[in-house]
């Protein structure tokens, strides 16, 4: 008796309610998925820190570049968190002194297009009555604490295991072509992953440094504050951008009394975000990613309705590992097309062609000592 073949309607609609209950599941259990994914994308961050540190640096071996990338990453959150603590206490303030300007300004537009808002920030306070949002904000603050203490020890759990990947490989995958398969899909995930990360860190930081200018130049209240907002936000796409190029000439009308320091510093942000997001980027970004653009803000609502900023965050390096895993299998891999710029899920081009994974051993291998363990890291 010929077993039995679904058809292709049937498979497409079995991959699409596995779509909707992953979400469904993903959803429900964001509370631990969320800081498991952000430990991920940490340690791959770190690690590849780490590659770069064992490679540039003179005399920083294998071993020691892990604990290194480490301590400097440790150093870089804690400044970052130093720059939180200390700039924004004196933000708000500022934001709180320039309230009645800005409800005057909001006022004036509103009256145009005839809309009727509060003449006051008293009255707006009392429309809105905060009371009732003071529960959800000292829920959101627990929530962020304990997300902040889980990826911690995810973190570690995750830099502590990463010796035995090897050897789980060889587990999973015996046959050595198997296992050189799954090892060029996880190569190809994480090097899109790493390039991703550094392409939005560097342009971040350009962006970040070109918009301190532009507002310092202008006298802008707390450049270098926006300037750090800036950086955080380019990692989210699409919003990112937007608040780069319109959040601080806001801020400039409440500050200044003429509008032209406000407009100057439109143009400015503008052309930034202009010149670094269609000149700069795609060349750095290449096509290492294979996204379509359509999917980019798909993606970004998707995560962003399920994990909330986390999820924005993550968004991009997450629709890169869900392309690359459903190319692998033929009843998916339509989906992966649909996902990708081109039709080609398989086009990450970022791995050399040298560095498919020959080198891990085999089954039959003895355990390696750590100095003789295979490396199986792209450089």
Same mark, same amino acid.
């Given at each position: 008796?010929?077993?039995?073949?679904?058809?292709?309607?049937?498979?497409?609609? &079995?991959?699409? !309610?596995?779509?909707?209950? %992953?979400?469904?599941? *993903?959803?429900? /259990? @964001?509370?631990? =998925?969320?800081?498991? +994914?952000?430990?991920?994308?940490?340690?791959?961050?770190?690690?590849?820190?780490?590659?770069?540190?064992?490679?540039? &640096?003179?005399? !920083?071996?294998?071993?020691? %570049?892990?604990?290194? *990338?480490?301590? /400097? @990453?440790?150093? =870089?959150?804690?400044? +970052?968190?130093?720059?939180?603590?200390?700039?924004?206490?004196?933000?708000?303030?500022?934001?709180?002194?320039?309230?009645?300007?800005?409800?005057?300004?909001?006022?004036?537009?509103?009256?145009?297009?005839?809309?009727?808002?509060?003449?006051?920030?008293?009255?707006?306070?009392?429309?809105?009555?905060?009371?009732?949002?003071?529960?959800?904000?000292?829920?959101?603050?627990?929530?962020?604490?304990?997300?902040?203490?889980?990826?911690?020890?995810?973190?570690?759990?995750?830099?502590?295991?990463?010796?035995?990947?090897?050897?789980?490989?060889?587990?999973?995958?015996?046959?050595?072509?198997?296992?050189?398969?799954?090892?060029?899909?996880?190569?190809?995930?994480?090097?899109?992953?790493?390039?991703?990360?550094?392409?939005?860190?560097?342009?971040?930081?350009?962006?970040?440094?070109?918009?301190?200018?532009?507002?310092?130049?202008?006298?802008?209240?707390?450049?270098?504050?926006?300037?750090?907002?800036?950086?955080?936000?380019?990692?989210?796409?699409?919003?990112?951008?937007?608040?780069?190029?319109?959040?601080?000439?806001?801020?400039?009308?409440?500050?200044?009394?003429?509008?032209?320091?406000?407009?100057?510093?439109?143009?400015?942000?503008?052309?930034?975000?202009?010149?670094?997001?269609?000149?700069?980027?795609?060349?750095?970004?290449?096509?290492?990613?294979?996204?379509?653009?359509?999917?980019?803000?798909?993606?970004?609502?998707?995560?962003?309705?399920?994990?909330?900023?986390?999820?924005?965050?993550?968004?991009?390096?997450?629709?890169?590992?869900?392309?690359?895993?459903?190319?692998?299998?033929?009843?998916?891999?339509?989906?992966?097309?649909?996902?990708?710029?081109?039709?080609?899920?398989?086009?990450?081009?970022?791995?050399?062609?040298?560095?498919?994974?020959?080198?891990?051993?085999?089954?039959?291998?003895?355990?390696?000592?750590?100095?003789?363990?295979?490396?199986?890291?792209?450089?």
């Amino acid at each position: 008796m010929p077993a039995f073949q679904p058809s292709a309607v049937s498979r497409n609609a &079995l991959v699409i !309610i596995a779509v909707i209950l %992953a979400g469904a599941a *993903a959803s429900w /259990l @964001s509370g631990i =998925l969320t800081p498991l +994914a952000l430990a991920i994308f940490l340690a791959i961050m770190i690690d590849g820190f780490a590659r770069v540190l064992e490679h540039r &640096l003179p005399g !920083i071996s294998r071993r020691a %570049a892990l604990p290194l *990338a480490l301590l /400097l @990453s440790v150093v =870089l959150f804690g400044g +970052a968190t130093f720059m939180i603590v200390s700039r924004a206490p004196d933000f708000f303030s500022q934001l709180i002194d320039f309230a009645p300007k800005l409800m005057a300004l909001i006022g004036k537009i509103a009256g145009h297009v005839g809309v009727r808002v509060p003449r006051t920030v008293a009255e707006l306070v009392r429309q809105l009555d905060p009371a009732q949002y003071l529960g959800d904000v000292a829920r959101a603050l627990q929530s962020f604490t304990s997300t902040a203490a889980f990826v911690l020890v995810y973190l570690g759990f995750i830099l502590a295991s990463r010796r035995g990947f090897e050897r789980k490989i060889v587990g999973l995958f015996p046959a050595r072509p198997e296992r050189q398969e799954a090892m060029a899909q996880f190569l190809r995930m994480r090097d899109a992953v790493e390039q991703y990360l550094w392409v939005q860190t560097l342009t971040g930081l350009i962006v970040a440094g070109l918009s301190w200018i532009a507002m310092a130049a202008v006298g802008l209240n707390n450049s270098v504050f926006w300037a750090f907002l800036i950086f955080l936000a380019v990692y989210i796409p699409v919003i990112g951008g937007t608040f780069a190029g319109i959040a601080p000439p806001l801020f400039a009308l409440m500050q200044f009394d003429s509008y032209w320091p406000a407009i100057i510093l439109l143009v400015a942000l503008q052309a930034i975000g202009i010149i670094i997001g269609n000149v700069i980027y795609p060349r750095m970004q290449g096509r290492s990613l294979n996204i379509d653009p359509i999917v980019v803000l798909l993606a970004l609502a998707f995560w962003g309705a399920i994990w909330g900023i986390a999820g924005m965050f993550l968004s991009t390096p997450l629709t890169v590992m869900a392309m690359v895993i459903l190319a692998q299998f033929d009843g998916t891999r339509w989906v992966a097309v649909l996902l990708s710029a081109d039709g080609d899920p398989q086009q990450l081009k970022n791995r050399a062609p040298d560095q498919a994974p020959d080198e891990a051993p085999t089954q039959s291998d003895p355990p390696l000592p750590e100095a003789g363990r295979p490396n199986l890291s792209h450089t």
